[in-house]
């Protein structure tokens, strides 16, 4: 079978090599230019004022991170623009779950794994979540279940959770969500019914609520992908983490 290779379209050139090929903007050579894209008399590399700085640069680039961090997108006051982002978070979390799926055996695997991605989404999104949202510390459970249904879920995903459910000791209590974002366009195969695909949700309360001092379990109780009405996350106190001050200061 022969396979038409992609179009190169404003200079973009695929090149093969390791998984997939890497891709490189190049910009086509100006006419009178020859194959490296130099008039004739032009000063190449080393020479000229372009040389040595040109190099250390370029040098820079290569140690370069080729890390990549993965964010909730935070959602903005502009319609137009809270659909386009929240759109494109849903299918690229979907890639994400579905490339799990491929690269781990069974369900219970890929739940660990993106129960252990939210939570370092959630370390890192802390900070931004205080500084846009002026949140004070919290006093008791129930206001910062406030703060997470009616500011948190709001900023990051446009949505409000109901919050029902609570313990009599006022230690645990359900957050439903009648419309999970992540789960538009989605139908779970036969064959992942134990998946749990919004489980990165749980990370993220769990390790955002971890750097302010607060040790929780965040499990999923209901899912409208596995037939459910709605879908209830149940979040349960554990215990107040204290901080390791040195003696003498508070």
Not at 127 to 155: P, Q, W, Y
Not at 205 to 218: C, H, K, N, S, T
Request: charge should be positive.
């Amino acid at each position: 079978m022969r396979v038409a290779r992609p179009r190169c379209t404003l200079g973009m050139v695929v090149r093969g090599g390791g998984r997939g090929g890497a891709c490189e903007s190049r910009r086509a050579p100006r006419h009178g230019a020859g194959r490296d894209g130099r008039r004739p008399g032009q000063a190449g590399p080393g020479r000229g004022r372009s040389g040595p700085g040109r190099m250390s640069r370029q040098a820079g680039r290569s140690t370069e991170s080729k890390k990549m961090y993965w964010y909730l997108p935070f959602i903005s006051p502009s319609a137009s623009m809270h659909l386009m982002n929240s759109e494109l978070f849903t299918l690229t979390y979907g890639a994400l779950v579905t490339q799990l799926c491929k690269d781990y055996e069974n369900d219970e695997d890929v739940n660990k794994q993106l129960d252990k991605m939210g939570y370092n989404i959630g370390v890192r999104l802390i900070e931004d979540f205080l500084a846009r949202s002026n949140v004070g510390r919290c006093h008791d459970f129930r206001e910062t279940a406030d703060v997470i249904a009616k500011i948190a879920f709001k900023m990051y995903l446009g949505i409000t959770p109901s919050i029902t459910n609570w313990s009599p000791g006022g230690d645990e209590f359900s957050l439903i969500l009648e419309n999970n974002p992540l789960v538009d366009f989605v139908e779970l195969p036969d064959n992942h019914s134990s998946l749990i695909y919004s489980n990165l949700l749980c990370g993220v309360l769990r390790g955002a609520l971890e750097m302010v001092q607060m040790a929780v379990d965040v499990k999923f109780i209901q899912d409208t992908l596995k037939g459910d009405s709605v879908t209830e996350i149940r979040m349960k106190f554990i215990r107040r983490i204290e901080d390791n001050l040195p003696a003498g200061e508070e």
